[in-house]
C-alpha cells in the first residue's frame, strides 16, 4: 500500500531517532521529486532510506547480512573476548 506524510515522519522518526533534522516528511518527500502531500510506496521508501543524505553515520561502516545463527555466535565470540582484539595483532 501506499503511506502519506504522517506515517513517513513516523518511520524517520523510528529509523533516525538520532537527528532530529531527518524527521522532515516534506524535504524526504522532495529528494524523491515528490510533493508533500504525496503518498508513496514501498520502493520508495526503500530509496529513502538507503539514500546517501540519511546515512550520516555510515561513513567508513561495511554492513554484512547475517543468519540469525550467525549472529548469535559472532555475540557469543564478542562477549568472550571482551577487552581482546577480536582478531589477534589487530586494535580493539
Known amino acids: 500500500g501506499l503511506v502519506g506524510p504522517d506515517v ?3 518511520l524517520l522518526s523510528a529509523s533516525f ?4 533534522s531527518l524527521h522532515d516528511a516534506a524535504s524526504a518527500l522532495a529528494s ?3 510533493h508533500k502531500a504525496d503518498p508513496i510506496g514501498y520502493d520508495d521508501m526503500v530509496r529513502l ?3 546517501a543524505r540519511f546515512r550520516t553515520r555510515d561513513d567508513g ?5 547475517l543468519s540469525l545463527a550467525e549472529a548469535e555466535t559472532l ?3 564478542l562477549h568472550a573476548r571482551a577487552g581482546q ?3 589477534e595483532g589487530t586494535p580493539n
Open 8 to 10: 513517513l515522519r513516523e
Open 17 to 20: 531517532d538520532w537527528d532530529p
Open 32 to 34: 524523491l521529486g515528490k
Open 49 to 51: 532510506l538507503q539514500d
Open 61 to 65: 561502516r561495511a554492513f554484512v547480512l
Open 75 to 77: 555475540r557469543r565470540v
Open 85 to 87: 582484539p577480536l582478531l
